[in-house]
């Protein structure tokens, strides 16, 4: 039972309920209710739940490799949270890491084949060799590994699109899909991929500041350890301001068809946290402060998911 636990410890359990529950409402609750798929649909529920499981497989397995490759680093910034040599050998990560990585990798190939997609596998693909990298050497380069990690936080709700526009393709010659839904479709999906980027960047960069010591000793080359900590503010600091503006441009838009408590709800579970941030962000000073906004970040990327619920209830 410990070595369960200690397992799921490794692959960060919440972040892969995350994964789920982030394509699951985007696929109920926006894909499903704002485009009507075709008849003998491929692209099935079925084959749906076999992406999102593709999806954690290799989120995983990318946790386990990001683990095995930190382990100094971890010993300095986050020594009660490690699981590899205490409670997981090495060799073993690396075992788990290839099992995880070649199950969804197989489950990608499979879903190519029977959604006729043809390109699924060999993306989920460069995605494990881009976590693979990342862990190696790209998360210690200035900026870039914050990069990757927003792109691949993106690519969870970007990948579900993708598979369903590329059915609705394929049956263009059955069922003429609307022009209209599908580009409010593809809105949709723009305005939370975006979100999902941007503000994981932010996160990404917190999480830096949090975690200079160990990185420092270690040779890496983060934000807060080339531009110093008072630049690193000014990144998250106008990347938090951009995601408030355009935020707020949305709620406008939200408000000319009447989405009053979808309007309230970014207003106090997004957009007023997002504000908390920057003032906090101006005062943190050390560790603990960083940790704390990272946690906050966190809780507003679940909210920011959670909004999805209004396509449900509205559209």
Known sequence: MKLFLAFLRLI????????????CLYYYCIVLRVEIPPSGNSFSSRLFMYLMIASVLIAAAGYVINDYFDLNIDRVNKPGRIVIE???????????????????????????????????????????????????????????????????????????????????????????????ISSRLTRMTLLYTGFAFVISLIREAVKDMEDMEGDARYGCKTMPIVWKIPAAKVYVGVWVIVLIGVLVIVQFYVLLFGWWWSAVYCLLLIIIPLAWILRALYRAKVSYDYHVLSMVIKGVMLSGILSMLFFKLYA
Do not use: E
């Open 12 to 23: 960060r359990w919440h972040n892969m309920l995350f994964i789920i529950f982030t394509q």
């Open 86 to 180: 205490k409670a997981i050998k090495r060799r073993w990560a690396i075992i788990w890491h290839i099992f995880l990585s070649l199950a969804g990798l197989l489950l990608s190939f499979y879903i190519d084949l029977k959604a006729h997609t043809f390109w699924l596998g060999l993306l989920n693909l460069f995605c494990i060799v881009l976590l693979f990298g990342y862990s190696v050497t790209l998360k210690r380069k200035l900026l870039i590994g914050n990069l990757v990690i927003s792109l691949l936080t993106a690519w969870v709700i970007m990948v579900v699109y993708l598979c369903f526009q590329q059915d609705l393709l394929s049956h263009s010659l059955l069922v003429k899909p609307d022009p209209n």
